[in-house]
T-cell receptor, first 112, second 114 residues
Framework: GEDVEQSLFLSVREGDSSVINCTYT??????LYWYKQEPGAGLQLLTY?????DMKQDQRLTVLLNKKDKHLSLRIADTQTGDSAIYFC????????????FGKGTMLLVSP | DGGITQSPKYLFRKEGQNVTLSCEQN?????MYWYRQDPGQGLRLIYY???????QKGDIAEGYSVSREKKESFPLTVTSAQKNPTAFYLC?????????????FGSGTQLSVL
């Protein structure tokens, strides 16, 4: 079956690094995504990684993929209070059409 | 500016009533989606459409209906058969070209039962 697991909550201080973890179960996943949701709003794509890569860096964001362990992480460097939000991991199945399976989301709280 | 517009922002439903949530996009995207979000839960796919006049059920389609008569529009009707409709509903769109699709989301509609 397909399932995406995330820890529910993470609290950090401003200026620290944040690491949000995700595990998935489908080894045939093609792309894995990180989305951000601010209160009362829709989701915004932050970054994504193709399954044949093990790392992707985009400014303050670093995505690490361990395909053997089916583990995905998002590191946010120099975390700011504006980074406080819910972060969703999502996997795209190799099913011939793009539908995503989302995790339950990790709430990141950044304190001054 | 291109984007996805959902309306209304808040909606209340009485017992036995059908309500329709609007979703319009001007991104020229072929594919559109409806997701349901419950507190502390991930997003669950209700329906999706790859092309005009065609749509497929997602994981939780029971009690919902959709139409796709125009490329820009993908309205969702929450019928009286949906016994637990209170949730945050998100519409999304993508180019519809297959893998590596980036979903663009609207700002959501919060539906509550009176």
């Amino acid at each position: 079956g397909e399932d995406v697991e995330q820890s529910l909550f993470l609290s950090v201080r401003e200026g620290d690094s944040s690491v949000i973890n995700c595990t998935y179960t489908d080894s045939s996943s093609t792309y894995l995504y990180w989305y951000k949701q601010e209160p009362g709003a829709g989701l915004q794509l932050l970054t994504y990684i193709f399954s044949n890569m093990d790392m992707k860096q985009d400014q303050r964001l670093t995505v690490l993929l361990n395909k053997k362990d089916k583990h995905l992480s998002l590191r946010i460097a120099d975390t700011q209070t504006g980074d406080s939000a819910i972060y969703f991991c999502a996997e795209e199945m190799n099913s011939g059409y793009s539908t995503l399976t989302f995790g339950k989301g990790t709430m990141l709280l950044v304190s001054p | 500016d291109g984007g996805i517009t959902q309306s209304p922002k808040y909606l209340f439903r009485k017992e036995g009533q059908n309500v329709t949530l609007s979703c319009e996009q001007n991104l020229n995207h072929d594919a559109m989606y409806w997701y349901r979000q419950d507190p502390g839960q991930g997003l669950r796919l209700i329906y999706y459409s790859q092309i005009v006049n065609d749509f497929q059920k997602g994981d939780i389609a029971e009690g919902y209906s959709v139409s796709r008569e125009k490329k820009e529009s993908f309205p969702l009707t929450v019928t009286s058969a949906q016994k637990n409709p209170t949730a945050f509903y998100l519409c999304a769109s993508s180019m519809g070209q297959g893998f590596g699709e980036k979903l663009f989301f609207g700002s959501g509609t919060q539906l509550s039962v009176l």
